[in-house]
């Protein structure tokens, strides 16, 4: 396993600050609640969205996103499912090229940029089955902090399914007799022990998320990590010139039989789809890994997409910026 970097708390003031470094890095100071800027690009418009994020409530999402977003993971990508009318706006996993939709391959870029310098926080491994509680290869996905997962944190620190939530989520269907009960091991946030006996697709989110517009899914927050709030939701999305009041000018103008969205039918980009199985694309991973993914795997599972695909109705994210750790 990793090295992996040392963390020790400071007093700066009345405040307690989350001090982080590492051989391959400097030293920073971190604080319980990151702001970062996420800028949308739609008609050739650029609309800054303003977020905060709650690193005490849910610190390895908040790390792992941070990561993805310090090593330009996220720049380009697009809304790829503009769901419920956009009450849900997911990205962070494809991009749109020639008119169409283009999975990321997320293990294959990360393991990219590791190679190229980047560090990456990690939470989720094998198991080592020669002993319990102990961890083996990282799998490059987060801990799922959501209750269930096991993971439960006082209201007051954290975010819920309200207007402007910024959610970490993986494709994982709710029913749970669809549900592959693979277990990993996972790093806890409260002591940093190793537990094991987790279930993976609990725990397999990689570089998805969605923002959500709607007044209340508190009934979600079991599922999926709510990670952020819109800090200026009211001026930055539905303000005169936020973004979602350009959206829907630009449908208003769609004539009769115009949709605003393509369905797009795609295979998931979850634990099961998205991992090619050969040894050679797996390179410095073990074969336990190898055999963990391949194990896990099954076919033909798809999902459909309702995308703004057309020249012109594209919501492209153009960069994920953290201004504050």
């Known amino acids: 396993?990793?090295?992996?970097?040392?963390?020790?708390?400071?007093?700066?003031?009345?405040?307690?600050?989350?001090?982080?470094?590492?051989?391959?890095?400097f030293t920073a100071c971190t604080t319980d609640y990151p702001e970062i800027t996420i800028t949308y690009t739609f008609r050739g418009e650029d609309y800054a969205v303003d977020y905060t994020l709650s690193r005490e409530a849910t610190p390895r999402t908040v790390q792992h996103f941070i990561d993805l977003a310090d090593a330009g993971y996220y720049d380009g990508t697009c809304i790829h499912d503009y769901a419920s009318d956009g009450i849900f706006l997911y990205g962070g996993g494809?991009?749109?090229?020639?008119?169409?939709?283009?999975?990321?391959?997320?293990?294959?870029?990360?393991?990219?940029?590791?190679?190229?310098?980047?560090?990456?926080?990690?939470?989720?491994?094998?198991t080592d089955e020669t002993a319990q509680n102990k961890a083996g290869d990282a799998l490059y996905t987060v801990y799922g902090e959501f209750s269930n997962n096991g993971y439960i944190y006082d209201g007051s620190r954290g975010y819920s399914h309200r207007t402007g939530a910024l959610v970490m989520y993986y494709n994982y269907d709710t029913d749970e007799t669809l549900f592959n009960h693979k277990y990993v091991t996972v790093q806890r946030n409260d002591n940093d022990e190793y537990q094991d006996h987790n279930s993976y697709p609990y725990n397999s989110a990689t570089s998805l998320f969605y923002t959500f517009t709607g007044e209340n899914r508190s009934d979600l927050d079991q599922y999926y990590c709510v990670f952020g709030m819109a800090s200026d939701y009211e001026t930055q999305m539905t303000g005169e010139n936020g973004l979602l009041t350009a959206i829907n000018a630009y449908k208003d103008t769609l004539g009769e039989g115009e949709s605003f969205t393509t369905e797009w039918t795609q295979r998931r980009l979850d634990q099961y789809d998205h991992y090619p199985m050969d040894e050679a694309y797996l390179g410095e991973y073990s074969s336990a890994v190898y055999s963990f993914f391949e194990d896990i795997r099954t076919s033909g599972r798809e999902r459909v997409y309702n995308t703004p695909l057309a020249e012109g109705a594209q919501i492209i994210i153009k960069s994920v910026v953290v201004n504050k750790y």
């Open 1 to 25: 396993m990793k090295n992996k970097p040392f963390r020790r708390l400071v007093a700066i003031g009345a405040a307690a600050v989350l001090c982080t470094a590492s051989v391959a890095m």
């Open 94 to 126: 494809y991009t749109i090229e020639d008119g169409e939709l283009v999975q990321k391959d997320y293990f294959a870029e990360v393991k990219a940029l590791e190679k190229a310098g980047t560090e990456f926080d990690q939470s989720v491994y094998l």
